[in-house]
């Protein structure tokens, strides 16, 4: 068992990798510190690195995230906590028009190396302010990378280039996984930014999944290959850097492409791989293409309403019907 | 320096400011400044003073009415008025333009247009500098409007908590854009009078005396790098122009304006020059230095090539470029 690692023990580790080797890696955040982490994600780093690089907030996003970009312009590696990801919208300034933005403004004389790790998306019954799957709020803004890691061991690689990058990241990690075991990766474990996984290798029908929904899919695609329908599950695993190269050359193998997103169908992120499919690969597809995404209605609290609203595995099975059906 | 020589010193520096304030007023009649541009013509001794209290290496953040902000950390009217006018040698290489004034190289780490937002970023580089062990001071200048704004009572809540070196300079222009500061906050002294709730002192200085300004500021700057914590200095002063280009300001009293311009930042350094013995003449020679120094900016910042439209595609990520998409 030492060699298993939980979806929730792979994000102190990876951070704590981080900090390990590269001493201007300072974590701030509510509650991150001798708490753990609402979501215990945090545990043990306070323990290691102590009140010096561990940093407890006041309830203030807009402090954090703010000063979280101060430090980062000035030789620091922040990595900020944003308890929930509904909680994005408390500072959005900072990433809809600061984080993003003061490079370029700037003609390039700043940069912002920083992390904000947030817990995103549905599956606890928090109902619709803590429940929320909001990456494509990200996806609307040029200048911010967006991980949003599936597995323990793509939440340590990915961690690791997070934290690498020179860039500003949004880290979502999922709270429907954080219980979700998988292999502890080895020391030196780093997945590049931008490059997406096929999962699953198959033949007649291209599933683009994300996070959460990467389970969704190949569960779905377990049930398809028992009525003979070979699925190809791809793990898109950024927003952005978008890998649409692997995502076309799937494509190209099984001429039909079904996106599986947890955010709202309005605006989600398979809208934008789904124009760049039909853009660019056109004459790949044989079927129309379908996107299964959350419903356009705020996140329910009950677990039977919320199953409406969410993708789920009969959802992609009956989606993916129609398009081999076509 | 002697008290005349470093008065003398700050007295042209105020004078360049008011020289490029000018031009970009009368360029911007003249077609050649485009956009919008919120002018400091009034505020000179805040700037200038304050600055005169900080090391090189101490970190300012500056508003969109920051030209004198810029140019009293070192950057040259010269490219100031190029970013104005859209040409390639402009500060931000004409990505910014009137209201994101940067100059980097001298720790003046940008002018940011969503009120308040750079306050947290201050307080950001402050705790780097403590996390980095290098005694710098974060500086933020601010308007009285910003003071009825979120983020700026998060920052003063982080700063105090954490006892940062930061240095809150308020520029009570009496205005928050058309309307009287008063007219819409709860306390008199907008920036002063809530540092208490933060446990934090606060000074009220005549912002249009460059020495008491500097003196004011100097006393925050020794606390904060000293250890002692943030301090809130509120400057009053007063706007010559409207709140922008569209703004003729027919909404303040005449006797108001009137009382104000006699009270004139440069009029006030020249009493003390006067004071100390400088000869009229040895000031005409100061003031003559000052018109050519901005003619010269001027003809420069005309004579430059506009902006390089590869420039739109440059500067999104760290790595130069603006890839979203593999």
């Known amino acids: ?326 | 320096m002697s008290e005349t020589t470093e008065l003398l010193d700050l007295y042209e520096r105020m004078a360049v400011i008011r020289r490029t304030e000018k031009a970009a007023y009368d360029m911007f009649l003249a077609g050649l400044v485009k956009g919008t541009t919120h002018l400091a013509s009034g505020h000179e001794a805040v700037a200038v003073g304050a600055s005169a209290a900080l090391r090189p290496d101490d970190y300012v953040f500056a508003t969109y009415r920051g030209h004198h902000h810029a140019l009293a950390r070192g950057a040259t009217p010269e490219a100031c008025l190029a970013e104005l006018m859209q040409k390639s040698t402009g500060l931000c290489k004409a990505k910014g333009g009137s209201m994101h004034l940067t100059h980097a190289e001298g720790n003046m780490l940008g002018s940011y247009a969503i009120v308040g937002a750079h306050l947290p970023m201050a307080v950001g580089a402050a705790w780097s500098a403590r996390l980095r062990g290098t005694e710098q001071v974060a500086l933020a200048f601010f308007g009285d409007g910003a003071t009825n704004i979120g983020a700026f009572h998060e920052a003063l809540n982080l700063a105090a908590v954490w006892k940062l070196p930061v240095v809150f300079v308020c520029e009570n222009n009496l205005y928050m854009e058309y309307t009287p500061i008063g007219a819409v906050t709860a306390v008199d002294r907008p920036a002063a009078d809530r540092a208490p709730a933060y446990r934090m002192p606060a000074q009220v200085v005549d912002g249009n005396d460059v020495v008491l300004v500097r003196e004011a500021v100097a006393a925050a700057v020794d606390r904060a790098r000293a250890g002692d914590g943030p301090t809130v200095i509120e400057a009053e002063t007063y706007r010559h122009y409207g709140h922008s280009r569209t703004d003729p300001a027919t909404y303040r009293p005449a006797e108001e304006v009137e009382r104000w311009l006699k009270h004139d930042p440069i009029d006030v350094a020249r009493a003390r020059l006067e004071a100390l013995g400088v000869a009229p003449d040895e000031i005409s020679v100061v003031d003559e230095r000052a018109t050519s120094t901005v003619a010269a900016a001027i003809a420069a910042a005309k004579a430059a090539p506009d902006a390089d439209v590869a420039e739109a595609f440059t500067d999104v990520w760290a790595d130069g470029g603006a890839q979203w998409r593999m």
């Open chain 1, 1 to 326: 068992m030492a060699d298993v690692i939980t979806y929730r023990a792979a994000v102190s580790e990876g951070i704590a990798r981080e900090m390990r080797r590269d001493p201007s890696v300072v974590c701030l955040g509510e509650d991150i510190g001798a708490a753990g982490g609402v979501f215990k994600t945090t545990a043990g780093l306070f323990e290691e690195f102590g009140p010096t690089r561990i940093w407890d907030t006041p309830i203030s996003e807009q402090a954090i995230v703010g000063a979280a970009m101060g430090a980062a312009m000035t030789g620091i590696r922040p990595v900020a906590e944003i308890m929930f990801s509904d909680f994005l919208a408390c500072c959005w300034d900072y990433l809809a028009n600061e984080i993003p933005k003061v490079r370029y403004m700037t003609g390039g004389q700043v940069t912002v190396p920083l992390v904000i790790r947030t817990a995103n998306g549905g599956g606890l019954g928090f109902g619709a302010q803590h429940s929320q799957a909001v990456e494509n709020w990200a996806l609307t803004i040029p200048g911010l990378k967006i991980v949003a890691p599936s597995t323990p061991a793509d939440v340590i690689g990915l961690m690791a280039s997070a934290i690498r990058s020179d860039d500003p990241v949004v880290f979502f990690e999922h709270k429907g996984l954080f219980a979700g075991k998988g292999p502890l990766p080895p020391a030196d474990h780093v997945v590049e930014l931008g490059r997406a996984s096929v999962v699953r290798p198959g033949d007649d029908v291209t599933l683009v999944a994300l996070a959460s929904t990467v389970h969704t899919a190949l569960a779905a695609a377990d049930e398809l290959e028992r009525d003979g329908i070979s699925a190809e599950v791809v793990d898109l695993r950024c927003l952005i850097p978008m890998d649409l190269t692997t995502v076309l050359a799937s494509v190209g193998k099984t001429s039909r492409l079904v996106t599986v997103e947890e955010n709202p169908h309005q605006a989600g992120w398979g809208a934008t791989v789904v124009s760049v499919v039909v853009d660019e690969g056109f004459e790949l597809l044989d079927a129309p293409v379908r996107r299964v995404a959350s419903a356009n209605v705020p996140l329910p609290f009950a677990d039977a309403l919320e199953d409406q609203v969410i993708p789920t595995t009969d959802k992609v099975v009956a989606a993916v019907r129609s398009v081999v059906n076509y």
